[in-house]
């Protein structure tokens, strides 16, 4: 029996707007009962027409069949909680059906309760969780990891390699709880001139009675004629018109068969739910306050057993002085482990072959090694010689021939922002001749400025955003108007481009061409250096949207692992990043702009920024070995790109250690010596809620 038909709960919303209407949960009259989430009087989320809850009893052709569904018969309030109860029948028994709802910050809780009455199994079913979004029609969706406002770049330039969800009716996009770097999944919708967005947050866990080892509740979004769905389900994943297939490999998707659940005699199932409104937002921001509500709710700011950074630092350095080359005239830091064959010294992206200068110069004090300043300088003054021809200067070396070979926009960039942080700590130390490095940063940047000053400068990617910090920092140092100009040039046409996530930001990893936080973080970078230069808020709300974006690439929880090389060393994942819509594994790149992100805390207020910029350093110093090395790839799903690939149920948990290029070790130096100039102390988080004084030479 009905004894309550409509219940209203209201609470503060989870970010705080004066204007914004409370969040409440209702459930309407007889004979609907359908439960609706509210922002004010309008509807945002709300149960499917057939039933407050679906439940699949068969599988057929790679996916759930049968589906049952059943409507609440009871309404009941207990304290804040609103419990929802119902029933469904059938042939070997009744599933005993119940929900509790409250709203908590702003967003409702739910708790999803299956309870199998019988004394027989219930064979090859799929559960479910299922809101739909009112009036979401081309719903882009975002997927934390793994899908950007449907990854309209990955499907031009990666189709097959990546997800693509443009957000026609029939597209499905369903993954494993364990490949999202935050548990939620995301919608953003035009609403007449209004864009909304609607979020499903999930508490994961692998799913009781699971058909396949390892098998997890799976998260995403369907796309219908008149609204979106978001759901969770009891395990299948489908992805580009494809059902029971996960992305598996760099290149492909690969089977996944199988994934339904069979229910026990008496076995009750439950599953922990969020659900999220957000009534008006700007477009392209959609996702902003489900992250910031990610962030709250999985709250990954324990520092509980993670490395410290002083720690980190001497592991770091002890590697980095097992690949300098001792050469003369050409010293400098090797970018491949010792098996391959040859000494390369490359600049930027995976060798950042300068970027140990500006970090010796910082952190010499500290590493108790008189040597450390001057391999720094060798190797830079070496990298300085580096010839330029009509495409800028070329960024790999090859001491056993004394060739000069290969350039790409995110290497250069890169390079010029390290020389341009050399530069100004070599200034602060006695005995440093800074001037090599000023001529090829003056040289380099009066190049790449005048080729993004032509009218006809049309970046295919996110990836020239590099230039516009060391082309700001080239300003501060040599008070060249050009530089000044291009680096703004650059940041309005990256705005325009990116700010609506029609593009999301993208192309910053070069073994990838898609979706990526390399190109997030670029976008991130280039906004707050030029609003340091001007100091205009609008250059902070573009840093602040691009980083929130970068953001999303950050694991925000602890992901259960299976047996492996990850679990038996206890990894905690939180702190870490996911690569790439097309790479869906962890590294440590994130650790490069710890700094940054730590910066934005102090400008925003933020101190969650402030501690998540820490964690995120000392996190990734997990996995060193005793040699001081680090691999590259941590698999925390069911992706890999080493070892034995053959066998989807087998990836996941592993390691590849064996491929310790340069940047490994390069980014943790250089974020703690930029920490050091910031005035942070990484090991002392208590002081991170005081005002830091930088550093001379900061």
Same mark, same amino acid.
Request: charged letters at 20%; hydrophobic letters at 40%.
């Given at each position: 029996?009905?004894?309550?038909?409509?219940?209203?709960?209201?609470?503060?919303?989870?970010?705080?707007?004066?204007?914004?209407?409370?969040?409440? @949960?209702?459930?309407?009259?007889?004979p609907d009962f359908r439960a609706e989430v509210r922002s004010g009087d309008r509807v945002i989320l709300r149960s499917p027409t057939e039933g407050l809850w679906s439940v699949a009893i068969a599988w057929r052709d790679g996916w759930p069949a049968e589906w049952r569904h059943a409507r609440p018969e009871r309404i009941e309030q207990s304290g804040d909680w609103t419990i929802v109860s119902g029933n469904l029948t059938l042939q070997d028994g009744v599933l005993e059906l119940r929900d509790a709802y409250r709203v908590e910050d702003g967003i409702v809780r739910g708790i999803r309760r299956f309870s199998w009455k019988s004394t027989k199994a219930l064979p090859q079913c799929t559960l479910s969780v299922r809101w739909l979004a009112e009036g979401a029609t081309k719903a882009r969706p975002l997927l934390p990891g793994i899908l950007y406002y449907?990854?309209?770049?990955?499907?031009?330039?990666?189709?097959?390699?990546?997800?693509?969800?443009?957000?026609?009716?029939?597209?499905?996009?369903?993954?494993?709880? =364990?490949?999202?770097?935050?548990?939620?999944?995301?919608?953003?919708?035009?609403?007449?001139?209004?864009?909304?967005?609607?979020?499903?947050?999930?508490?994961?866990?692998?799913?009781?009675?699971?058909?396949?080892?390892?098998?997890?509740?799976?998260?995403?979004?369907?796309? =219908?004629?008149?609204?979106?769905?978001?759901?969770?389900?009891?395990?299948?994943?489908?992805?580009?018109?494809?059902?029971?297939?996960?992305?598996?490999?760099?290149?492909?998707?690969?089977?996944?068969?199988?994934?339904?659940?069979?229910?026990?005699?008496?076995?009750?199932?439950?599953?922990?739910?969020?659900?999220?409104?957000?009534?008006?937002?700007?477009?392209?921001?959609?996702?902003?306050?489900?992250?910031?509500?990610?962030?709250? +709710?999985?709250?990954?700011?324990?520092?509980?057993?993670?490395?410290?950074?002083?720690?980190?630092?001497?592991?770091?350095?002890?590697?980095?002085?097992?690949?300098?080359?001792?050469?003369?005239?050409?010293?400098?830091?090797?970018?491949?482990?010792?098996?391959?064959?040859?000494? =390369?010294?490359?600049?930027?992206?995976?060798?950042?072959?300068?970027?140990?200068?500006?970090?010796?110069?910082?952190?010499?004090?500290?590493?108790?090694?008189?040597?450390?300043?001057?391999?720094?300088?060798?190797?830079?003054?070496?990298?300085?010689?580096?010839?330029?021809?009509?495409?800028?200067?070329?960024?790999?070396?090859?001491?056993?021939?004394?060739?000069?070979?290969?350039?790409? %926009?995110?290497?250069?960039?890169?390079?010029?922002?390290?020389?341009?942080?050399?530069?100004?700590?070599?200034?602060?130390?006695?005995?440093?001749?800074?001037?090599?490095?000023?001529? @090829?940063?003056?040289?380099?940047?009066?190049?790449?400025?005048?080729?993004?000053?032509?009218?006809?400068?049309?970046?295919?990617?996110?990836?020239?955003?590099?230039?516009?910090?060391?082309?700001?920092?080239?300003?501060?140092?040599?008070?060249?108007?050009?530089?000044?100009?291009?680096?703004?040039?650059?940041?309005?046409?990256?705005?325009?481009?990116?700010?609506?996530?029609?593009?999301?930001?993208?192309?910053?990893?070069?073994?990838?061409?898609?979706?990526?936080?390399?190109?997030?973080?670029?976008?991130?970078?280039?906004?707050?250096?030029?609003?340091?230069?001007?100091?205009?808020?609008? %250059?902070?709300?573009?840093?602040?949207?691009?980083?929130?974006?970068?953001?999303?690439?950050?694991? +925000?929880?602890?992901?259960?692992?299976?047996?492996?090389?990850?679990?038996?060393?206890?990894?905690?994942?939180?702190?870490?990043?996911?690569?790439?819509?097309?790479?869906?594994?962890?590294?440590?790149?994130?650790?490069?702009?710890?700094?940054?992100?730590?910066?934005?805390?102090?400008?925003?207020?933020?101190?969650?920024?402030?501690?998540?910029?820490?964690?995120? @350093?000392?996190?990734?110093?997990?996995?060193?070995?005793?040699?001081?090395?680090?691999?590259?790839?941590?698999?925390?799903?069911?992706?890999?790109?080493?070892?034995?690939?053959?066998?989807?149920?087998?990836?996941?948990?592993?390691?590849?250690?064996?491929?310790?290029?340069?940047?490994?070790?390069?980014?943790?130096?250089?974020?703690?010596?930029?920490?050091?100039?910031?005035?942070?102390?990484?090991?002392?988080?208590?002081?991170?809620?005081?005002?830091?004084?930088?550093?001379?030479?900061?």
């Open positions: 029996m009905i004894t309550r038909l409509l219940i209203l709960l209201a609470a503060t919303p989870a970010i705080a707007f004066a204007d914004e209407p409370a969040v409440t @949960f209702c459930v309407s009259k007889a449907g990854n309209p770049s990955g499907a031009r330039t990666g189709h097959g390699a990546v997800a693509v969800h443009p957000g026609n009716p029939g597209d499905e996009s369903y993954f494993e709880e =364990h490949r999202y770097s935050a548990p939620w999944a995301c919608v953003e919708w035009h609403d007449g001139d209004m864009s909304r967005s609607a979020a499903l947050h999930s508490l994961p866990s692998p799913v009781a009675g699971g058909n396949q080892p390892d098998q997890w509740w799976s998260l995403g979004v369907s796309a =219908h004629e008149a609204d979106t769905e978001l759901a969770l389900l009891s395990g299948p994943c489908a992805a580009n018109g494809r059902h029971s297939v996960v992305k598996a490999l760099q290149g492909k998707f690969l089977e996944y068969p199988d994934t339904w659940v069979t229910l026990r005699p008496e076995q009750i199932i439950e599953k922990t739910f969020f659900l999220q409104v957000c009534p008006s937002v700007s477009e392209g921001s959609g996702f902003r306050a489900p992250l910031r509500a990610a962030m709250r +709710l999985n709250a990954p700011f324990s520092l509980e057993g993670l490395p410290t950074c002083e720690q980190i630092v001497r592991d770091k350095y002890r590697f980095a002085c097992s690949r300098f080359r001792d050469r003369n005239p050409d010293a400098g830091f090797e970018m491949y482990p010792d098996y391959v064959e040859g000494t =390369h010294y490359v600049m930027g992206w995976c060798g950042q072959g300068e970027a140990c200068c500006n970090a010796l110069l910082r952190l010499a004090p500290l590493l108790n090694d008189p040597q450390a300043v001057g391999k720094g300088v060798r190797s830079l003054n070496h990298l300085a010689t580096a010839p330029f021809n009509d495409g800028g200067f070329l960024q790999r070396y090859t001491a056993e021939t004394g060739k000069w070979t290969e350039q790409d %926009h995110v290497s250069q960039g890169q390079a010029m922002e390290n020389f341009a942080r050399a530069i100004i700590a070599g200034r602060a130390v006695a005995g440093v001749d800074t001037r090599p490095w000023e001529e @090829f940063l003056r040289k380099a940047g009066k190049f790449h400025a005048a080729r993004i000053l032509r009218d006809d400068w049309r970046p295919v990617s996110t990836a020239e955003a590099f230039f516009v910090s060391p082309l700001c920092r080239a300003y501060g140092l040599f008070q060249d108007e050009e530089f000044r100009s291009a680096a703004l040039k650059a940041a309005e046409h990256y705005a325009k481009r990116h700010l609506d996530m029609k593009e999301p930001y993208w192309g910053g990893t070069l073994d990838a061409r898609c979706e990526d936080k390399e190109g997030a973080l670029a976008a991130f970078q280039a906004f707050l250096a030029v609003y340091e230069l001007t100091k205009d808020p609008k %250059h902070l709300e573009w840093a602040s949207h691009a980083l929130d974006v970068a953001l999303t690439y950050t694991v +925000l929880w602890d992901i259960d692992l299976p047996p492996g090389r990850l679990r038996d060393h206890g990894l905690k994942t939180h702190g870490w990043t996911i690569v790439s819509a097309q790479n869906q594994h962890l590294d440590v790149y994130g650790v490069l702009f710890t700094p940054e992100i730590c910066r934005m805390g102090e400008l925003l207020g933020r101190e969650d920024l402030r501690r998540l910029a820490i964690v995120m @350093f000392r996190s990734c110093g997990q996995m060193i070995d005793p040699f001081g090395s680090q691999g590259e790839q941590i698999q925390h799903t069911n992706f890999g790109q080493s070892g034995d690939m053959s066998n989807v149920y087998k990836l996941r948990g592993g390691y590849s250690e064996h491929w310790t290029v340069f940047w490994m070790t390069a980014h943790f130096l250089n974020a703690a010596a930029m920490f050091d100039a910031m005035g942070v102390n990484l090991d002392d988080p208590a002081g991170l809620s005081q005002t830091h004084k930088p550093k001379a030479g900061s």
